[in-house]
Structures are given as C-alpha cells and as structure tokens.
C-alpha cells in the first residue's frame, strides 16, 4: 500500500476584540490598553475608539509597531471621531469601510486577511450604539447585507468588537447568528463571569466566527492556564499576572476604561506537501492528528457509474477520523458535498447519478480530518474492482 505522508504545519491564531481606551480621550495613549495587547499578544485585533496621538499615518504606524511588532499592518478607517480598525499579523489584502446606518461618528471597519493556508479571513470590526435594542439590531441587519454582498462563501469570517449588547438574548445576537456563530459556549474570565463592560454587568464584547473558523477553535492557553471557550481579559482578576507581563493590577480598571478585552484562539492547518492521488482499488494509508487535514483527489473518468470512497480505521490506532467529499475543490469543515460524520473512523461515501450532487467526470477531492485524530485505510472505487 502507498503511504501518504501528511507535510501539515498548525498556527494558532488569536483573536481579540478591544475597545479597551482609556483617559479622557477615548485613546490609547495613556497606555493601559496598550499594555494589555502586549500582555496578551493577539494576531488580529478588531479594534474600537483607535486613537493615538494626533492620529496621523506616522503616529499610528509608530504605535501599532512598537506595541505588537514590525511585521503588524492596519486599517484604520477615515473622518471618524472613534474609529474602528483591524490590525494583523498576516498580510492585509484588502480592506475599507462600510456604512453603519444608525451612528455618524464611525462605520464598519473591514480587512481581507492573508491568513497560512488556503483559507483568506475577513476580519470585520464593529461599534454598535447604546440607544437601545432596536437600534443595534439595525445596525446587525445593515451588517449581514454588506457581509453577504462582500464576503465570499469559500473564505473565513470574523466579526467582533463593542456590540453594547445588555444581554446574550438580543435580537441582534440572533441576526448576526446568520453569517456568524453567536451561540454559547462563550469567553469568560478566571471567575467565570462574561459581561465584559467596566462595571462587569453587562456582555458588551463579543468575536464571533462563521461555521468554518469555528471549527477550528481551540481553547485559549496562557501560562498554566487554559480557558475552553475563550477569555475575558480583566487584570484586576487575572493570575498570575506574570502571565501577562507587562500588565498592571489595575490596567482593566484604569480611569476611563471602556471595557474588558475578549480574545479567543483557532487552529489553522497549512498544507506545505501535496499528498498523491487516489488510484481506483489500491488503498492508501495516513494519519491526522487533532484538527488536522488531509487532502487526496480522484480524477472521475467520463462514463463512471458510481464512485465509492471506503475509510476504515486501523487496530492499531483508535480515534476519529471524518471523512468528506467534494466535487472541484477541496472540501472545509463547512463546505463539502458529503460526510457522513459517524461516530470513529470508518466512513463510507457512495456517489453515483441519484445522489445530490449526482456523479460527474473530473476532479473530486477527499478530506480526512482529525476530529480527535487517527490512523486510517482509505480505499476510493470507481465502478468497481476487477479480480
């Protein structure tokens, strides 16, 4: 039997939302909030209240390089009194600002972002308004319009920021639930509280991902410490702050904080080989481990009746392998046009002409992925095996 060898490498990717500007001028520049980002050191930051200095091009370069490093970017968006921003590791592709038609003093702040891998993330930064229910439920729908006319089905997506949101049961939690996924579990600090305004009575804070980013979570790990769902940041509460260094005891609640940070970490798998084709009737052996990916592919000649892909588990290593199908390119945790998503590793997946989608000529990708990670036999049939 061949023997793929996976060449897959993981980056931990964390997220964080921050309308955490303190002082009198709704910015950063007294360097509480700064501290925290250096103390937590995200990837990608949705960014409320993004001022610094007297707001020029050379000031918030400066800031942004000295607080997170020389390899960050940012897009901060224009002529807002509080903007909003993303700042990134990885490399901006794109990036703009779309209309927020309840509120004149900032919009929606978006970047395309060059994330490891095959994925492109869209990081879209929010500030909702306090007013009233109504009005951020507005702002949701106005949001998931720009989202659905902009943001390609195939990339990842993420939304964060300062919703104001009084309650885990708004509307506008629903409506954005429609791109997003904004159903609990959610972050909570070391006591277990989620509200994340400066009085800790209310969930204003949020980083919600779609289906396929989601997928990818992994728990947040600081020190010793780890967080299964994500982390409230608050410093009054953190320990051991030695942690979090260069944070202060009382940077949380430092005059004028507006609210807690909120950051949450996801796996990104990055193919750096390409693993061989399927030959009809000769089985291949591979492993992957915990969120890892796979990918092979079948080159469906033009008159097959049925295809069949057979993966089976190895005696010697139990977990649980998922199997997954899709026709011209390859398939995600969210995109995929069959999976049977069974309990261990042995999967079948049968495509002929009643199937939907139905059997055609060309190329059809395999996804093994590591829901707890395995070892497996995976087998693909075209028509069938001659003796």
Sequence with gaps: MLMAKPAVSQTTLRIMAANTSSGNRQSYDPGEGTRIF?????????????????????????????????????????????????????PILDSGEWDDPAVSNRDFAWAKIDLPGDQDLWAISVHFLTRSANTRNIQANALIEFVEDNVPNEDLLVIGGDLNT????????????????????????QNGDGDTNASRRRPYDWVFADVDLQEYEVPVAIGENTFSNGLVFDSRVYSPLSDVAPVRRNDSGARNMQHMAVIRDFVIAEETGIAPPLVS??????????????????DVPDGTAQLELQMLGTEAAAGDVDLYVRKD???????????????GSDETITVHSQTRPALSSGLWYIGTYGYWGGEYSLTAVVDSCEE
């Design 281 to 298: 009737c000769q089985p291949i052996t591979g492993r992957v481990s915990n969120g890892e990916w796979q990918h092979y592919y079948i």
């Design 166 to 189: 009084r309650n885990i049961t708004e509307t506008a939690l629903r409506t954005l639930g429609t791109v997003v996924n904004t159903r609990p579990p959610y972050p909570v600090d």
């Design 38 to 90: 250096q103390g937590l050191t995200p990837d990608i930051v949705l960014i409320q209240e993004f001022n610094i200095g007297n707001n020029s091009d050379s000031d918030i370069t400066a800031w942004v390089k000295s607080t997170f490093g020389d390899e960050f970017s940012y897009y901060r968006e224009d002529d807002a009194q509080i903007p909003n921003g993303v700042i990134s590791r990885y």
């Design 329 to 343: 390119d390859k398939p995600t945790l969210g995109r995929y046009d069959f999976r049977p998503w069974l309990n």
